[in-house]
């Protein structure tokens, strides 16, 4: 059975408790004027030792800090994997990753030529329950080479 995320505070705070034992809480990271900036979030350990929550890493978006948090869970205290919860994981993992090596293209594509750019040709002041007009440049150009 798949453990499940529970709410944990009034700030958007999860917990998530593994039948090893492991607990994990994600909670926001807060910049140093109390803001939630660049949509971070840190991954805690619960320690039983200290019986408080140990800072584990922080990633982003929320998601993948959820599935760091489940891929840690799969291990027992000892390293020795003791469940599989990867069919629920988004994100790919590292390795996994096709680089542009992998695919055969050249290191420089960033300067390959220009990239086409999107031009709308209807008239964006009209009504959305009527039909779209084409722009008028856009319509004598049509005129003459249509």
């Known amino acids: 059975m798949i453990p499940r995320w529970k709410k944990a505070g009034p700030s958007g705070e999860l ?32 320690d039983p030792r200290y019986k408080d929550w140990e800072w584990g890493d922080t990633y982003s978006p929320k998601a993948y800090a959820k599935q760091q948090a489940m891929d840690a869970g799969q291990y027992d205290k000892r390293g020795k994997k003791v469940a599989d919860y990867s069919k629920t994981f988004q994100f790919e993992s590292l390795e996994e990753v096709t680089t542009t090596a992998d695919a055969g293209i050249p290191q420089d594509t960033a300067n390959m030529g ?5 031009i709308h040709v209807t008239d964006r002041r009209r009504k959305k329950n009527k039909l779209p007009v084409l722009l008028k440049r856009f319509r004598r150009h049509m005129e003459d080479n249509g």
């Open 15 to 46: 917990e998530i408790k593994f039948p090893t034992g492991r607990r994990f809480k994600i909670e926001k990271q807060l910049d140093e004027y109390e803001r939630h900036k660049n949509s971070e979030w840190k991954v805690l350990e619960w």
């Open 114 to 118: 220009p990239r086409a750019k999107e």
